[in-house]
T-cell receptor, first 113, second 117 residues
Framework: AQTVTQSQPEMSVQEAETVTLSCTYD???????LFWYKQPPSRQMILVIR??????QNATENRFSVNFQKAAKSFSLKISDSQLGDAAMYFC??????????FGSGTKLNVKP | SQTIHQWPATLVQPVGSPLSLECTVE??????LYWYRQAAGRGLQLLFY??????ISSEVPQNLSASRPQDRQFILSSKKLLLSDSGFYLC????????????????FGNGTRLTVT
């Protein structure tokens, strides 16, 4: 099974500041996708952003962007202009050729007003 | 548009009792279906996934089982619950992808909070 590692159990950021959440993964596959999901206290899983491994350009969705380093197997999420509504658990996920999505252990993001 | 329904939302069951959680997807056909479990404050653990009717792959050997009796219905079951089965269970689906390229994200249900007492 593939492994996805999020080494930051919890992080804090001041409102309007920028924060980066880290994610690394282990795979021998060359073609795969990576995702970041947000889980607010409601526990609903919300897709934040996705990255295709064969695309060198980093994905961006409004205030959310990724830094994808394929050789290093790193996939970090940057949140700019943090808002109180960004407070949540964030999960990194990997899917490869066998349709199985693997998730990291999550990072709890606190946003301070 | 596609929607996913998962029920019940909460469930309290005694140890040794059976379990049945249901999940249905509307607005798509032949989806890939998944069951995940999330322990308190932890990540998502893949339990089962299915690429078609009657096709179930198990990721973690345990006293849980899954079935897919219809194209868009996925059921998680247990004959006898253990205390360790407590957690938050999430059903999810994706569009069927090709073997070499997969670009459909997971779409999740609202989850079931199971407490085994």
């Amino acid at each position: 099974a593939q492994t996805v590692t999020q080494s930051q159990p919890e992080m804090s950021v001041q409102e309007a500041e920028t924060v980066t959440l880290s994610c690394t993964y282990d795979t021998s596959e060359s073609d795969y996708y990576l995702f970041w999901y947000k889980q607010p206290p409601s526990r609903q899983m919300i897709l934040v952003i996705r990255q295709e491994a064969y695309k060198q350009q980093n994905a961006t969705e409004n205030r959310f962007s990724v830094n994808f380093q394929k050789a290093a197997k790193s996939f970090s999420l940057k949140i700019s202009d943090s808002q109180l509504g960004d407070a949540a658990m964030y999960f990194c996920a990997y899917v490869g050729n066998f349709n199985k999505f693997y998730f990291g252990s999550g990072t709890k993001l606190n946003v301070k007003p | 548009s596609q929607t996913i329904h998962q029920w019940p939302a909460t469930l309290v069951q005694p140890v040794g009792s059976p379990l049945s959680l249901e999940c249905t997807v509307e607005g798509t056909s032949n989806p890939n279906l998944y069951w995940y479990r999330q322990a308190a404050g932890r990540g998502l653990q893949l339990l089962f996934y299915s690429v078609g009717i009657g096709q179930i792959s198990s990721e973690v050997p345990q006293n849980l089982s899954a079935s897919r009796p219809q194209d868009r219905q996925f059921i998680l079951s247990s004959k006898k619950l253990l205390l360790s089965d407590s957690g938050f269970y999430l059903c999810a689906w994706t569009r069927t992808g090709t073997a070499s390229s997969y670009n459909s994200p997971l779409h999740f249900g609202n989850g079931t909070r199971l407490t085994v007492t």
